[in-house]
């Protein structure tokens, strides 16, 4: 005789419901660490704390912390990652609001360049601080963080080539080089002081990305 060695239905949805409840748990126990260090962040202007003040705010254990994060760097990049994925969300819905392809990717590279730019009136150390010591250390862990916005720029670059309204090239790559300009010229673009000069406009922007983007060069380069 055969023996059936599948278990039972009613002992698969036992374990499956358990861990549905422990991946819950540990889903609620990084999200309060990650609020603490938000918080902390917001307090002090930096990202110069403790992982002790974390656990501390948090009200958990430094064991607890040590389960899912490696250190602090990973905890930063953690709420790094999150802040990138929750502009790529603003961008894509605000993109998606409008019918014409090219008025959609003009939208995008406006709000990342809105995005990206220096706030006086606001303090953003993981962006000011933690984004330029992992540009620098680890190139690697920057590029996956990108990632949601790369994905969005591309599909909206893919788009606007399918209406015809932007030349064929290397979507992905093209995605990669607006971001990479738009971001730069945002972050460096200061005015000295008594220069006659006027900082990059949203529209000089645009005009230029997309004349890369349409260039007769855009299809040449490779993945």
Partial sequence: MTEVSEEPAW???AVERSTRAAKLRAEQRVQRFLDSAQELIAEKGTTDFTVQEVVDRSKQSLRSFYQHFDGKHELL???FEDALAKSAVEIREAASAERDP????????????EQSQPNPHAQRPLFSDFALQLLVKHPTEVATAFLPLLTVITELIEQATEAGVVAAGKPRRQASLVMQTVMFIAQANGVP???????????EIWQFCLGGISGPHASDTGE
């Fill in 77 to 79: 990049l953690a709420l």
């Fill in 102 to 113: 090219l008025r959609s990717l003009q939208v995008a590279v406006t709000m990342l360049y």
């Fill in 11 to 13: 002992r698969q949805r």
């Fill in 193 to 203: 002081a008594n220069s006659h000069a006027t900082p990059v406009t949203t529209d």
